[in-house]
């Protein structure tokens, strides 16, 4: 499976972005998919997930309320809406893929990772 991010920039805070991953295969309905942030210095971490069929969502308490996960299987692309930005949300952001059925949560076996796409939120 082939990930490809794309949507990050530079944005003021308060402002939005929607990043997108765009992955290849005929299976994209049964992936469970993830967006994972590394910010300079840090560590990578979980910021949200969809289950394979799209019946539950995750957030990490950061980004509740601000971000939103969703998917279109037509187009075999998994979306981040990125609203209310915060400085602290500078960071390089991926996609993975469960191509297994999975959650879409921070526990899940992610097995394909997309290369990154880079968000920068000024002050």
């Known amino acids: 499976v082939q990930l490809q991010a794309s949507g990050g920039g530079l944005v003021q805070a308060g402002g939005s972005l929607r990043l997108s991953c765009a992955a290849s295969?005929?299976?994209?309905?049964?992936?469970?998919m993830g967006w994972f942030c590394q910010a300079p210095g840090k560590e990578r971490e979980f910021v949200a997930g969809?289950?394979?069929?799209?019946?539950?969502?995750y957030y990490a308490d950061s980004v509740k309320g601000r971000f939103a996960v969703s998917r279109d299987n037509a187009k075999n692309t998994v979306y981040l809406q990125m609203n209310s930005l915060k400085p602290e949300d500078t960071a390089v952001y991926y996609c993975?893929?469960?191509?297994?059925?999975?959650?879409?949560?921070?526990?899940?076996?992610?097995?394909?990772w997309g290369q990154g796409t880079v968000v920068t939120v000024s002050s």
């Open positions: 993975a893929a469960d191509t297994r059925r999975g959650e879409g949560d921070p526990y899940d076996r992610y097995d394909s």
């Open positions: 295969g005929r299976t994209f309905r049964n992936y469970a």
């Open positions: 969809i289950r394979w069929n799209g019946g539950r969502t």
